[in-house]
Structure formats: C-alpha cells, structure tokens
C-alpha cells in the first residue's frame, strides 16, 4: 500500500506540479529571451548617445577653433589699429610741439623787439 501511495503521489506531482514547473520554465525562457532583446536595446542606445556625444563634441571643438580663431584675427586687427592710432598721435604731438617752439621763438622775437623799441624810445625821449 505504501507503494501504491507513492506511486499515486508521483502521479499527482507528474500531473499537477510538472506541467507548472515547465510553465514556469518556459516563461523564464521567454524572459530570458526579452531581456537579451532589451540588453541589445540598450547596447544600441548607448552606442548611439555615445556617436551623438561624439558629433556634439566635435561641433563644439570645431566651434571653439573657429572662435579662437576669430577672436585671434580680431585682435591683431586691433593692435594694428591701436600701433597706427599710436603713431598718428605721435605725429601730431610731434607737430604740435614744433608748432609751440615757432610759436614761441616768434614771442621771444616779439619781446626782443618790443624791449628794443622800448631802449630805442628812451634813448630819443630824453
């Protein structure tokens, strides 16, 4: 009797629990499946941010030369401006300062002149 109940008891597990256990099986199988198909998703995601990444940064690197760049022409641009500013006013000081020095060897004439002129009409004065 004793083997009669195991036997029915295996029939029982045969019958009832194995069918499950290969549901369970089969479902973890295509869950195993999905996850492969999702991990491969996301592998190609990230390779395509990654690619994206690398585009953006090589925008902006190639941005930032062109910037530099410009900034660097726009500079010397103006230092040459400034140079010819610089000397422009150099020569009109320059000028300028030969202009007084006529102006005043012209004044120091006129009052060279004027204490002649005032010797000169003293000494017919008295």
């Known amino acids: ?42 592998k190609r995601i990230d390779d395509k941010i990654d690619n994206g990444l690398a585009r953006l940064e090589n925008k902006i690197d190639t941005g930032m030369a062109r910037l530099d760049n410009k900034i660097d022409t726009g500079m010397a641009r103006l230092e040459e401006r400034i140079a010819h500013l610089d000397e422009k006013l150099t020569a009109q000081v320059a000028h300028l300062d030969e202009k007084l020095t ?13 204490e002649r002129l005032a010797a000169l009409e003293a000494k017919v004065g008295r």
């Open 102 to 114: 006529f102006t005043n060897k012209r004044l120091d004439e006129a009052l060279e002149i004027r």
């Open 1 to 42: 009797m004793a083997g009669a109940t195991i036997a029915t008891v295996q029939k029982i597990l045969q019958g009832m629990i194995l069918p499950e256990m290969q549901a369970v099986k089969d479902r973890l199988a295509s869950i195993e499946g999905e996850i492969k198909s999702l991990r491969s998703e996301i």
